[in-house]
């Protein structure tokens, strides 16, 4: 089975430019997370959809960022304008709805913002 | 609010040697408690997880983890590590408040000499 799928797998770019970081769920998981993870910091939930519905997105660093879900497939988190500052790796997870199931990570995405 | 402690930032053994990394959280209810790994450069992979009933759970890879509830600990242990062990080691804590947010811990980096 396909598991978490992120794209892209390295993102260079400079400060100011738009990113757009894309995650597929496995298939028939209902829930979907959006993580970064930097060495001060170590790994922090960003935003957290259940049935494609934002439920908590106080992770969220700031205006900047925004994440969607159009679909059960699909999902982005966008920073707009981006900063060096953000530079990361930005994991997806997902996981049935039910909340006692592990979540299962994708391949994340090193940003680097120069 | 709840937290979740690695109080060991960073363990050098050697081969053979045994391993024992701390993990304690603060949360009042029920829980549900993972231990991931991150090899370098890869995704999180779930080691073990424990639900209910025996306290004591094994994992993969030989690795497995005690649940005290009266401590708010559930400590990873590994009989003889490898060099192949060498990765981050992330706990986590899922409350059971219906909701999916998996706090995780700030990471153990743990070195193998061969």
């Known amino acids: 089975d396909a598991g978490v799928i992120q794209s892209p797998r390295h993102e260079v770019t400079e400060m100011g430019q738009e990113v757009t970081l894309r995650c597929k769920p496995i298939?028939?998981?209902?829930?979907l997370f959006w993580y970064r993870q930097t060495m001060m910091r170590g790994l922090e939930l960003l935003i957290y959809?259940?049935?494609?519905?934002?439920?908590?997105d106080s992770g969220m660093p700031e205006d900047r960022f925004s994440a969607k879900m159009p679909n059960a497939s699909f999902s982005t988190l966008k920073i707009q304008p981006s900063e060096p500052r953000d530079s990361a790796v930005y994991f997806c997870?997902?996981?049935?709805?039910?909340?006692?199931?592990?979540?299962?990570f994708g391949d994340g995405t090193r940003l680097s913002i120069l | 609010a709840q937290s979740v402690s690695q109080h060991n930032h960073h363990v050098i053994l050697s081969e053979a040697a045994s391993l024992e990394l701390g993990c304690n959280y603060s949360?009042?209810?029920?829980?549900?408690l993972f231990w991931y790994v991150q090899y370098p450069g890869q995704h999180l992979q779930l080691l073990l997880k424990?639900?209910?009933?025996?306290?004591l759970v094994k994992g993969i890879k030989g690795f497995e983890a005690e649940f005290i509830k009266s401590k708010f600990s559930f400590n990873l242990r590994k009989p003889s590590v490898q060099w192949s062990d060498t990765a981050e080691y992330f706990c986590?804590?899922?409350?059971?408040?219906?909701?999916?947010?998996?706090?995780f811990g700030t990471g153990t980096r743990l070195t193998v000499i061969p």
């Open positions: 997870a997902s996981t049935f709805g039910i909340s006692n199931q592990p979540q299962h």
């Open positions: 298939s028939g998981h209902n829930s």
């Open positions: 959809f259940n049935n494609n519905v934002p439920i908590d």
């Open positions: 949360y009042g209810g029920t829980v549900n």
């Open positions: 424990y639900f209910s009933g025996d306290p």
């Open positions: 986590a804590v899922l409350p059971q408040t219906g909701a999916n947010n998996l706090f």
